[in-house]
């Protein structure tokens, strides 16, 4: 099975951007339909969804976020790097924590795109830190 492979996480100031990345580990397995999600996780808590997004056969793409993040993320697809980034400007302390990709290649549409149960591969994840 593919696994998203994320990179990009790191240490910023309040304020500050960073980019995430996540490619598919088996390099050029990428489906044209597909539903990508990032979500996140701090310690003792549950993952929850930032942002999806729906690849639809016909070329056309839908994004989604959550209300804690809208206007500040924004989730981005390159099918000609296979690869989906998540953008994250204007980044707050509560920011923090580790932040994971997840694929679905079956996915019809991406109205429940924050549910963790619709994905079936993860990536390990990579940690976000905001400082004030």
């Known amino acids: 099975q593919v696994q998203p492979v994320e990179s990009g996480g790191g240490s910023v100031q309040s304020g500050g951007s960073l980019t995430l990345s996540c490619a598919p580990s088996?390099?050029?397995?990428?489906?044209?339909?597909?539903?990508v999600g990032w979500f996140r996780q701090e310690l003792r808590e549950e993952r929850e969804g930032v942002a999806g997004?729906?690849?639809?056969?016909?070329?056309?793409?839908?994004?989604y976020y959550a209300e804690s993040v809208k206007g500040r993320f924004t989730i981005a697809l390159d099918n000609a790097k296979n690869t989906v980034y998540l953008q994250m400007d204007s980044l707050k302390p509560e920011d923090t924590a580790m932040y994971y990709c997840?694929?679905?290649?079956?996915?019809?549409?991406?109205?429940?795109?924050?549910?963790?149960?619709?994905?079936?591969?993860w990536g390990q994840g990579t940690q976000v830190t905001v400082s004030s």
């Open positions: 088996a390099s050029g397995y990428f489906p044209r339909a597909k539903c």
């Open positions: 997004l729906h690849d639809a056969p016909d070329g056309g793409t839908s994004t």
């Open positions: 997840a694929f679905d290649f079956y996915c019809l549409d991406g109205s429940t795109w924050y549910n963790v149960n619709n994905y079936p591969a």
